[in-house]
């Protein structure tokens, strides 16, 4: 359960969520990303108030607006790479071309051109998160939400991963990251720590009362 919480994250911010299991990380990312919604108060995503949305219009708000990025990839086996990428297209009605070429372009922009008839089993672990932020990237969202993104990867690749991560932070792009890596987490522009509920501490805010 989350106690009283007042967070804004501005367009172009990276903000990385850390803390302890149990500490409302899940409960806060599930409510960001349009899967549940507060009891109390008000979440404005992309200038909409979602709060009070119906199932069908927070699937809607959820599938323009965020793009998802997860710890064990969820991709769809029975389909081929280019096929992942282009789920999020077939709830905007776009034309097999269209999606097809869309899902074409964000492949070959993280670096898996070459990879578009192979199937997720046929893929490194790296290679399939990086299929996977592709997917997130299908509907031009404005807000990338990657849950422990680097935690089934090794060393490398997890690395090449907060690299592309980076990239599409440094090209304006909003994302806010859940990791239990305290290395990455001191990369981070900003660092939200929460505990028992509630944020202990947000690095922003002590930046933005330095000023």
């Given at each position: ?64 607006s965020i793009g998802f990025v997860f710890q064990s990839f ?76 680097t935690g089934n990867l090794d060393t490398q690749s997890g690395e090449d991963v907060m690299q592309l991560l980076f ?45």
């Amino acid at each position: 359960m989350l106690q009283g919480i007042e967070l804004t994250i501005h367009p172009g911010e990276f903000v990385g969520i850390v803390g302890a299991s149990g500490s409302g990380k899940t409960t806060l990312m599930n409510i960001v990303g349009c899967l549940d919604r507060p009891s109390a108060g008000r979440y404005v995503l992309d200038g909409e108030d979602v709060s009070t949305l119906d199932d069908d219009a927070l699937s809607l708000a959820r599938n323009r607006s965020i793009g998802f990025v997860f710890q064990s990839f969820q991709l769809i086996p029975q389909l081929s790479v280019l096929e992942n990428v282009e789920v999020p297209l077939y709830y905007g009605r776009r034309s097999r071309a269209t999606r097809r070429a869309r899902a074409s372009e964000l492949l070959a922009s993280v670096g898996l051109s070459h990879r578009l008839r192979h199937h997720p089993a046929q893929l490194s672990g790296g290679e399939c998160q990086r299929v996977a932020v592709a997917r997130a990237l299908a509907n031009e969202p404005a807000l990338i939400l990657a849950d422990e993104p680097t935690g089934n990867l090794d060393t490398q690749s997890g690395e090449d991963v907060m690299q592309l991560l980076f990239e599409l932070h440094r090209a304006g792009r909003t994302i806010v990251m859940v990791t239990h890596n305290p290395e990455i987490a001191a990369r981070l522009p900003r660092v939200v720590e929460m505990r028992d509920g509630a944020i202990q501490r947000d690095s922003g805010a002590l930046a933005e009362a330095g000023r």
